[in-house]
């Protein structure tokens, strides 16, 4: 009888795939975090190198300059990049699952032609949803776009907008006509260099701080027609839809946090000693490792299946819920008892604990609170 090759037992060239990110981020990405997290600044030289390496064109087709690469292999990329450093992980991931994928879903074949290869050499992308009156509550927004005869104006401000600080390319939902709801949303390609647009205010984040986040203000910001991505009114479908394959990416950058923190702890118990030997000959400190590592598993099993799920084009919305909901619960406690394993040194700055520690907080808020992935996996249950 033959058996399907096992979940985490990857095909020859995504284990290859895996190998080279987990090696660029051990061995380039690794040496500036703690720098990176207390100046708030994802190097510059990293990004080129991330280009470079295909990173952030993971699934652009090749003629487009892109790796021609698919989606399981960056939700791989964001697990290993976040590994090591989870700001480093969400930049890849804004890049490829919400972005690109747009693009090559929605985007007529002259918008592809005009962006793809830019995206794929050197012009990171972002992408503008949330606003001040709209978090969960994702297309209750008030960004306003009107047409003139040169294309459209845009008026509005967007909050919370990761990538915004470098980004060159904005993915940029607004409304047509506020009182028709969801369907006045509609999608937008914004360059940076177009008159009236303007990226305002960094935050000052407790975690991911390397990862910019920042409010986009709109002043009569002026869209050529030919932007509008998709068709009028239908810009929510772009939404829903992108953030739905997006949510795995976090799960994939969550189970990565929690197996960097995993990694972390178990090194330091092995060379930490108390009463003459090792911490990690302690039953107490084997019961917490083993019981983080299962939970580490069970979060790349889920991951893993939505994946799969997506990129066979099957139906994945509740795996995609679950995976993220449960990926970012595990990590924030696996991040915690890491710090615990730690003792008093995972509280200050020279370890990586309280790092992972602060950046698995925002893996229950962005792209879905975990109350509303487990609403949509009780609708999906009970449907």
């Known amino acids: 009888?033959?058996?399907?090759?096992?979940?985490?037992?990857?095909?020859?060239?995504?284990?290859?795939?895996?190998?080279?990110?987990?090696?660029?981020?051990?061995?380039?990405?690794?040496?500036?975090?703690?720098?990176?997290d207390e100046k708030s600044h994802f190097r510059e030289e990293l990004l080129r190198e991330m280009f470079d390496l295909g990173l952030m064109g993971i699934e652009i087709p090749e003629e487009h300059g892109g790796q021609g690469g698919t989606f399981f292999e960056s939700v791989l990329a964001v697990e290993e990049l976040s590994a090591v450093d989870p700001s480093a992980g969400v930049i890849c991931d804004v890049q490829n699952t919400l972005v690109i994928n747009a693009l090559l879903r929605w985007a007529t074949a002259a918008q592809k032609k005009q962006y793809l290869p830019r995206i794929a050499r050197d012009t990171l992308c972002s992408y503008a949803l949330s606003e001040a009156g709209s978090g969960s509550d994702a297309f209750a927004?008030?960004?306003?776009?009107?047409?003139?005869?040169?294309?459209?104006?845009?008026?509005?401000?967007?909050?919370?907008?990761?990538?915004?600080?470098?980004?060159?390319?904005?993915?940029?939902?607004?409304?047509?006509?506020?009182?028709?709801?969801?369907?006045?949303?509609?999608?937008?390609?914004?360059?940076?260099?177009?008159?009236?647009?303007?990226?305002?205010?960094?935050e000052d984040k407790l975690g991911i701080r390397a990862s910019s986040t920042c409010e986009v203000i709109l002043d009569n910001c002026r869209v050529p027609a030919a932007n509008m991505i998709g068709e009028l009114g239908k810009g929510y479908k772009i939404a829903i839809e992108t953030l739905n394959e997006g949510r795995i990416a976090i799960a994939g950058q969550m189970t990565g946090l929690a197996r960097g923190a995993l990694d972390a702890a178990s090194a330091y118990a092995k060379q930490r000693k108390?009463?003459?030997?090792?911490?990690?000959?302690?039953?107490?400190?084997?019961?917490?490792?083993?019981?983080?590592?299962?939970?580490?598993?069970?979060?790349?099993?889920?991951?893993?299946?939505?994946a799969r799920l997506r990129q066979t084009r099957r139906p994945f919305l509740k795996e995609a819920a679950m995976a993220k909901y449960y990926a970012s619960t595990i990590a924030e406690t696996v991040a915690s008892r890491a710090v615990e394993i730690f003792g008093g040194v995972g509280f200050t700055k020279d370890y990586?604990?309280?790092?992972?520690?602060?950046?698995?907080?925002?893996?229950?808020?962005?792209?879905?609170?975990?109350?509303?992935?487990?609403?949509?996996?009780?609708?999906?249950?009970?449907?």
């Open 1 to 36: 009888m033959d058996y399907q090759q096992p979940l985490t037992v990857l095909p020859e060239d995504e284990e290859l795939f895996r190998q080279e990110v987990r090696k660029f981020a051990r061995q380039r990405i690794a040496p500036h975090v703690r720098e990176m």
């Open 352 to 383: 990586p604990a309280e790092k992972f520690y602060r950046d698995a907080k925002i893996g229950r808020i962005y792209e879905g609170t975990s109350n509303m992935q487990r609403i949509t996996i009780a609708k999906q249950l009970l449907s």
């Open 274 to 306: 108390q009463f003459g030997k090792p911490i990690s000959e302690f039953q107490a400190v084997q019961l917490e490792l083993a019981g983080m590592a299962t939970e580490v598993e069970a979060a790349r099993l889920l991951t893993y299946n939505a």
């Open 141 to 202: 927004l008030q960004t306003l776009a009107k047409s003139d005869a040169s294309g459209w104006i845009l008026n509005g401000r967007k909050l919370w907008i990761t990538n915004a600080q470098e980004a060159g390319l904005f993915l940029l939902f607004a409304t047509v006509d506020p009182e028709a709801g969801y369907k006045g949303i509609t999608c937008f390609l914004v360059e940076r260099g177009f008159p009236g647009f303007a990226v305002g205010r960094k």
